[in-house]
């Protein structure tokens, strides 16, 4: 950007200070953009999929965590943000200069790491949607092309728009202003598609239970332990000495989904990117005010609005609701699932009999087919659903067009916009790593690091939309890093200097950060030691170590 047009819109942010508040937001609307590009980046596969779940495991109970999260997330990114406006450091460099390198570089390794995998359900998602959801004669599995040449075909254009959208942003202060711009328009079209699909539902003749939905917005930490209420009911009919493993099966998969709904509200490479695009944007301290509401309003509302019309659509059809085929035999069941359900019924065979290697698969299935009806409907409720599925779902309620079309456009929006700020961080991260700006060939190899999602669709098997949930997940263990770290740079009087918070203000800021930094840190150590158990905990602890000891050696050296 311009030194003119910096100081015009420094002067008209003065202007503005003055101004009615209508005026106000109509200004710092026009003005926005780094939380937008946040927005788009959050409303992608992983938001997708969690929404999808949380409606299918735990209907419209659960509706209130994607925003706690969320706004967990926007206090730490409000303190990073403030620290990068006030200073004008590149936050990398002030980690590694005024806190510790261990955690400077652990941020920055972890956020490229998190974009390499949270790109492969991004892929996923993108191909199923375009196979079953909106082309699915041109380049689903009964096409000419078949499953896999269609697979080929979607993976290669969409890597090659998204790469050549994200060279734009490195490009120039107006390869900037049209990125932003694009982003805006295609998160505003992703929350209409999902706002019309819900205004469909509730003007059907079922209608949906708002009562209910409005009830869901209620924080409730009863989920964590206890399965909903519809489940609850379906529990009764099991017999007593199989209920226990049914709900505890129900709860690991209910945990799961939000933990992954907590992990992709804001998640550890979304923190590189906000404080990045504002440097990008050439703002400073005049522009505190701007990128707080940038956040509120660009990055706080379309994910509320989005993710909770998925979570209704998905709870009104899904919910406590078994999939047709499976306990009554009479509808086709697409392979991955007819295989999940079976999984889960083998799991609760194992507890009283074990196959052998010459165990019949005759036998196997008589005994499948044996287990009581209301484990069999438990398990057929389970199964992971698709967006194929939530479109059928949805067709005899809102129609061919708004289920297929409108729902699909909205994956697909999600989708690549997702993609594109994956490489866009990717290239920040290795031009930062390098101490090089971002731009050039540089910041343009840097950004296809996140091409290892194109392996996505290849690679995975099961249904696309779960996928996002173990890499969500594993984003989850890595967020405590970044809260971490921030939280230090917002107490470092050597970095803020005059700037730093006094008084009630830094009490207060710095209690809202700890209780986000605390249940980010309980969140990722539960979910290390639940799929990695001791050797999470010594890889943690060896990190720890490591940033201790250099902190250490770096302070006693000083004092010499």
């Known amino acids: 950007m ?18 009615s ?17 946040q927005s788009a980046l959050t409303l992608g596969g992983g938001s997708l999929s969690s929404s999808l779940y949380l409606g299918v495991l735990a209907g419209s109970s659960l509706l209130w965590i994607q925003p706690f999260a969320m706004l967990l997330g926007i206090v730490m990114l409000s303190a990073i943000g403030y620290v990068t406006l006030s200073t004008g450091e590149r936050p990398f460099q002030a980690l590694n200069r005024h806190v510790n390198p261990v955690l400077g570089w652990s941020w920055a390794l972890a956020s490229l790491a998190a974009n390499m995998v949270w790109a492969l359900p991004q892929y996923s998602l993108a191909s199923g ?30 890597l090659v728009l998204t790469t050549l959208v994200t060279w734009s942003y490195g490009r120039s202060g107006r390869g900037i202003r049209i990125y932003e711009r694009t982003l805006k328009i295609v998160v505003g079209l992703i929350v209409l598609c999902f706002v019309g699909v819900v205004i469909r539902l509730a003007t059907a003749a079922e209608g949906l239970d708002w009562s209910a939905i409005f009830k869901g917005f209620v924080p409730s930490f009863s989920s964590i332990f206890e399965p909903s209420e519809q489940f609850r009911s379906m529990l009764e009919s099991v017999g007593a000495e199989h209920r226990e493993f049914w709900r505890t099966i129900i709860i690991d998969k209910q945990r799961d989904v939000m933990m992954a709904a907590v992990a992709t509200a804001v998640g550890i ?26 956040l509120s309003t660009g990055m706080l509302i379309p994910f509320v609005l989005a993710t909770s019309c998925v979570v ?8 406590a609701e078994p999939r047709p085929g499976l306990v009554d035999i009479g509808a086709e069941v697409p392979a991955a699932q007819q295989k999940d359900y079976n999984g889960l019924l083998k799991k609760r065979l194992a507890v009283e009999w074990k196959p052998t290697v010459e165990t019949a698969p005759d036998e196997m299935r008589t005994r499948l087919d044996g287990l009581p009806v209301a484990e069999r409907t438990i398990a057929a409720t389970l199964v992971k659903r698709d967006a194929f599925d939530l479109a059928l779902a949805l067709e005899p309620l809102t129609g061919r067009f708004f289920a297929n079309v409108i729902f ?16 866009l961080i990717s290239g920040l991260v290795i031009c930062e790593i390098f101490g090089r700006p971002p731009e050039g060939w540089l910041f343009r190899i840097g950004t296809l690091a996140a091409a290892t999602g194109a392996l996505g669709p290849f690679l995975w098997s099961k249904a696309a939309f779960w996928l996002a949930i173990p890499t969500s997940i594993f984003g989850l263990t890595l967020l405590p890093i970044a809260y971490l770290s921030f939280f230090f740079l917002m107490n470092r009087p050597a970095l803020l200097g005059g700037e730093m918070p006094r008084g009630p203000k830094r009490w207060l800021g710095n209690g809202a950060m700890l209780i986000a930094a605390g249940l ?10 639940v799929n990695s ?16 000891m250099l902190h250490f050696i770096r302070a006693t050296s000083k004092n010499d």
């Open 2 to 19: 311009t030194a003119d047009r910096q100081e015009a819109e420094r002067q008209q942010l003065r202007e503005l200070q003055q101004s």
């Open 21 to 37: 508040t209508g005026r106000r937001f109509l200004g710092y609307f026009r003005l926005s953009g780094p939380g937008w590009l």
């Open 129 to 158: 949607v375009l196979q079953q959801n909106l082309l699915p004669g041109v380049l689903g599995p009964d096409s000419a092309l078949g499953a896999t040449g269609g697979k080929v075909v979607i993976v290669s254009v969409v």
């Open 269 to 294: 490479n979304m923190t590189f990117l906000f404080p990045y695009s504002l440097l990008k944007r050439g703002w400073g301290k005049e522009y505190r005010g701007l990128a707080t509401f940038d």
């Open 312 to 319: 209704v659509a998905a709870s009104s059809r899904f919910h």
């Open 408 to 423: 699909g456009l909205g994956v697909l929006g999600m989708t690549l916009s997702t993609i594109s700020l994956l490489m």
């Open 520 to 529: 980010a840190t309980v969140a990722s150590g539960w979910m290390i030691w």
């Open 533 to 548: 158990n001791i050797y999470g905990v010594a890889a943690v602890a060896t990190l720890l170590m490591g940033a201790f």
